[in-house]
């Protein structure tokens, strides 16, 4: 594997270390919640239904899973998120295969079948697959971020956050629905804002567990 930029987020080896024990469900726990949403974005972009992108998760898992307990952790040679990707673009490709032949080529034309079949699995270059893959996984940071914030502030605060820097409406609307003040809105953007950039931060050093 190649080695990562060091703007990727390092995964913590202890967690690493914990998942070579199938029977240590509170580790897999952790790793499922962290990252299936990661997974199920990437193989919807890929071009997957719902279902698809779903078996997806449970079969990239299970890949995991059975590979973990050969797995080396050795940033030298490449980082945990890299060999993930590697086992997800492949569990993407066996969906794309598994998919039923079209019946507009006759079955007496095994050419015209096996472009057809061939065309059902992406070309991972044209997927750009590495820039999907960072995108989605930034965003998983974030959102990982972010709940965790939400648990160290009081609701109202976070509220007051969420709508006026993450979903952006605007200071008025939010004095005028929540009866508060504009101070109180910009207090708690900037206060919450200051210790969302100090988690962010520290999950690019520690990784998100």
């Known amino acids: 594997m190649a080695a990562e930029p060091k703007s990727f987020i390092p995964t913590r080896r202890s967690l690493l270390t914990r998942l070579k024990h199938w029977d240590d469900q509170a580790g897999w726990r952790e790793f499922f919640d962290t990252y ?30 059975r ?35 079209e019946q507009s080529f006759p079955a007496s034309d095994p050419e015209a079948t096996r472009t ?8 991972p270059a044209s997927l750009e697959t590495d820039t999907v893959w960072e995108m989605e996984w930034q965003k998983s940071m974030l959102e990982t971020a972010l709940s965790r914030v939400k648990e160290r502030v009081s609701p109202r605060q976070f509220q007051l956050f969420e709508l006026y820097a993450v979903k952006q409406w605007p200071v008025e609307r939010i004095v005028r629905t929540l009866r508060v003040t504009r101070g109180q809105v910009y207090l708690s ?14 999950l690019e050093v520690q990784g998100p567990f």
């Open 36 to 65: 299936w949403r990661l997974i199920h974005a990437f193989a919807l972009k890929a071009g997957l239904s719902q279902t698809e992108a779903q078996e997806v998760v449970q079969e990239t898992v299970v890949s995991v899973s």
């Open 67 to 101: 590979k973990m307990p050969g797995f080396k952790y050795d940033p030298s040679l490449g980082s945990f998120k890299s060999w993930l990707l590697l086992i997800t673009r492949r569990r993407v490709a066996d969906q794309f295969r598994k998919r039923p032949r």
């Open 116 to 123: 057809s079949a061939e065309a059902r699995v992406p070309d």
């Open 189 to 202: 953007k900037n206060r919450i804002g200051s210790i969302l950039k100090k988690e962010v931060e520290r």
